[in-house]
């Protein structure tokens, strides 16, 4: 049997016995959120039985083209996303991508707009696609120009390290994964919008950086720094956000699982 085929087939059998089990009074509980549950350790065990992301992938360098900022929109579907300050300023996106990577640069004026994605997304959904290496991406990103920046994963364990970027615009969207954000240090203004499914997202803010955080969850449950951020009317907020040089509007909405904002 193809690994694949035995993925959906433990995904369905898992599904139906908790429907079968809920319809017969054996069990009590919030069948979506049980379902949820099932789809994060069967996805879980098969990252373990893939072995797991390996070091190695193709070495891509997209430059900058001389553009005064960029869009950038990447699409990873399943694995490891990790991602930090490039350290060539001439380059835009400098990383080592297991699976490999398609792309597509456009300069459009003084901004340069680049969209990335495995080869053949968006069929890679399960662990076992990955290839040998894995799907296990690390990308550095030009710290020197504004950045508008969206993110798309399925699967994953992504760790976003944008503390030294200039991101003007973030937007994150994630499945059944772990997410960790750092969000911009020297940016002047950054507006952020993080959407998850069956996810656990951590959200750092650096120290000198004001926030306005907005928060929607079916039953995610969410927990802020309220010694930084004192909720006011079901806003999470700096006392100086107003007046701030450096502050983030981070809008967050979540299904299932849990965010921590600090």
């Known amino acids: ?7 959906w087939g433990i995904i369905l059998l898992l599904v139906g016995l908790l429907l079968l089990l ?25 990252i373990l039985l893939s072995g797991g992301p390996g070091t190695g992938g193709e070495q891509v360098t997209i430059p900058l083209e001389g553009a005064t900022g960029a869009s950038l929109r990447v699409r990873h579907g399943a694995g490891r996303l990790r991602v930090g300050p490039a350290a060539d ?9 297991g699976g490999g990577l398609d792309y597509r640069t456009r300069l459009i004026g003084d901004e340069l707009d680049v969209e990335m994605s495995p080869p053949g997304f968006p069929h890679v959904i399960t662990p076992w696609n990955w290839g040998r290496e894995g799907l296990g991406w690390r990308i550095g990103l030009n710290s020197g120009v504004p950045l508008s920046l969206v ?3 399925g699967a994953s364990e992504a760790h976003l390290d944008l503390s030294e970027l200039r991101v003007t615009n973030l937007q994150l969207e994630t499945g059944a994964s772990s997410v960790s954000v750092t969000l911009p240090a020297g940016a002047d203004h950054t507006q ?18 004001a926030a306005r955080v907005r928060f929607e969850g079916g039953l995610a449950s969410i927990s802020v720094d309220q010694g930084r951020f004192p909720r006011t009317q079901g806003v999470y907020q700096s006392p100086d956000y107003d007046t701030a040089q450096h502050k ?8 299932v699982g849990s965010v921590d904002v600090r």
Do not use: C, H, Q, Y
């Open 89 to 97: 300023p001439e380059v835009l996106v400098g990383g080592t991508f």
């Open 192 to 209: 952020a919008r993080i959407e998850a499914g069956a996810a656990s997202v951590s959200v750092r803010v650096p120290p000198e950086v």
């Open 22 to 46: 809920s319809n017969l009074g054996v069990i009590a509980v919030d069948i979506w959120s049980a379902i949820w549950a099932v789809l994060l350790i069967v996805v879980g065990l098969g």
């Open 248 to 255: 983030v509007d981070l809008d967050i909405r979540a299904g």
């Open 151 to 153: 993110f798309e994963t």
């Open 1 to 7: 049997m193809r690994r694949g085929g035995l993925f």
